[in-house]
């Protein structure tokens, strides 16, 4: 027994080697930087829920990616609200939403989304999912179809097993001993440091939220919800048979490392009302990466 709890706690550890590249959140701008403005709350089920609500008109409901918030969008917002209402929630375990024990699965998450939205009384959305919020996305559009009128999914999960090794490795038992070392000041500025030794000019950003135990253990359970140490444990391929009339986008970076662009080619070959774009030189974080450009598909694909 002590052998094997070496053993996992050993395959952790080598995931907190290679995890900070995927655990860093990626580049946005000064004026993104902070994540309460705009930022309103509201209980649902006893849970307080942060979301952001901006502009008027036809709804689009964005939904960030594992371990991010609303801030994902934080540049996507201001265009979208332009000519929308932009509703853009943190998950229960992300964010500046509640960290409650509870469920952190897709199917979970698709129902706080629908209460939300009734609480708001939204009865109609285009859904657009990042990474896990694609899953969300999906399986919010496989529950409550009556709401969707359009389905976007970007760097989206749930089409097939494959998913960054530094994810399966999180996914396994000892991860809680040393997700709290690598999302430390310290072992940033080590990290750091050792790249500069290297001729590196990348450098890792301190993500302080991952050192917080209840944000710790709540990104885990959303994890373990859907990937295991074989790949992504979740698929959407099934219940999409029941959605083939409904529009759909799909956005891939080709230089995607956690979720291969060929997810997205399989999505779009299984989905028959679905249109494809994949991103050049974009990696898996294409609302921060490009948010004009995803703003911009997003316009084109709700103007149709």
Same mark, same amino acid.
């Given at each position: 027994?002590?052998?094997?709890?070496?053993?996992?706690?050993?395959?952790?550890?080598?995931?907190?080697?290679?995890?900070?590249?995927?655990?860093?959140?990626?580049?946005?701008?000064?004026?993104?930087?902070?994540?309460?403005?705009?930022?309103?709350?509201?209980?649902?089920?006893?849970?307080?829920?942060?979301?952001?609500?901006?502009?008027?008109?036809?709804?689009?409901?964005?939904?960030?990616?594992?371990?991010?918030?609303?801030?994902?969008?934080?540049?996507?917002?201001?265009?979208?609200?332009?000519?929308?209402?932009?509703?853009?929630?943190?998950? /229960?375990?992300?964010?500046?939403?509640?960290?409650?024990?509870?469920?952190?699965?897709?199917?979970?998450?698709?129902? /706080?989304?629908?209460?939300?939205?009734?609480?708001?009384?939204?009865?109609?959305?285009?859904?657009?999912?990042?990474?896990?919020?694609?899953?969300?996305?999906?399986?919010?559009?496989?529950?409550?179809?009556?709401?969707?009128?359009?389905?976007?999914?970007?760097?989206?999960?749930?089409?097939?097993?494959?998913?960054?090794?530094?994810?399966?490795?999180?996914?396994?038992?000892?991860?809680?001993?040393?997700?709290?070392?690598?999302?430390?000041?310290?072992?940033?500025?080590?990290?750091?440091?050792?790249?500069? /030794?290297?001729?590196?000019?990348?450098?890792?950003?301190?993500?302080?939220?991952?050192?917080?135990?209840?944000?710790?253990?709540?990104?885990?359970?959303?994890?373990?919800?859907?990937?295991?140490?074989?790949?992504?444990?979740?698929?959407?391929?099934?219940?999409?048979?029941?959605?083939?009339?409904?529009?759909?986008?799909?956005?891939?970076?080709?230089?995607?490392?956690?979720?291969?662009?060929?997810?997205?080619?399989?999505?779009?070959?299984?989905?028959?009302?679905?249109?494809?774009?994949?991103?050049?030189?974009?990696?898996h974080h294409p609302p921060t990466e490009e948010?004009?450009?995803?703003?911009?598909?997003?316009?084109?694909?709700?103007?149709?």
């Open positions: 027994m002590k052998a094997l709890k070496t053993l996992l706690i050993g395959a952790a550890t080598c995931a907190a080697v290679v995890a900070a590249p995927v655990l860093t959140p990626p580049p946005v701008s000064d004026a993104a930087l902070d994540d309460t403005k705009g930022v309103k709350v509201m209980t649902v089920h006893g849970d307080r829920v942060a979301y952001r609500d901006e502009g008027s008109g036809e709804a689009i409901l964005l939904i960030h990616g594992m371990g991010g918030s609303s801030n994902t969008w934080s540049e996507v917002i201001p265009i979208l609200a332009k000519k929308y209402r932009v509703i853009a929630p943190d998950l /229960l375990g992300h964010g500046l939403s509640d960290k409650p024990r509870g469920d952190y699965s897709v199917g979970a998450f698709a129902v /706080l989304l629908r209460d939300l939205l009734d609480e708001l009384g939204v009865t109609k959305v285009t859904v657009a999912g990042h990474s896990l919020g694609g899953g969300v996305a999906m399986q919010f559009a496989h529950q409550h179809r009556q709401y969707c009128e359009r389905l976007v999914l970007i760097s989206s999960g749930g089409f097939g097993d494959d998913v960054g090794r530094v994810l399966r490795l999180l996914s396994l038992p000892g991860s809680e001993f040393v997700l709290p070392m690598i999302a430390s000041r310290p072992a940033v500025a080590a990290g750091n440091a050792l790249r500069a /030794l290297a001729g590196s000019a990348d450098r890792f950003a301190v993500r302080p939220a991952l050192a917080n135990r209840d944000n710790r253990r709540a990104f885990l359970r959303t994890l373990r919800a859907v990937v295991d140490f074989r790949g992504q444990a979740v698929s959407a391929i099934n219940r999409l048979c029941c959605s083939d009339d409904l529009p759909a986008l799909i956005i891939s970076g080709d230089q995607d490392r956690v979720i291969p662009v060929e997810h997205a080619r399989a999505a779009h070959a299984t989905m028959p009302n679905s249109r494809l774009h994949v991103l050049a030189g974009v990696h948010p004009q450009m995803v703003a911009g598909l997003i316009d084109d694909f709700v103007k149709v």
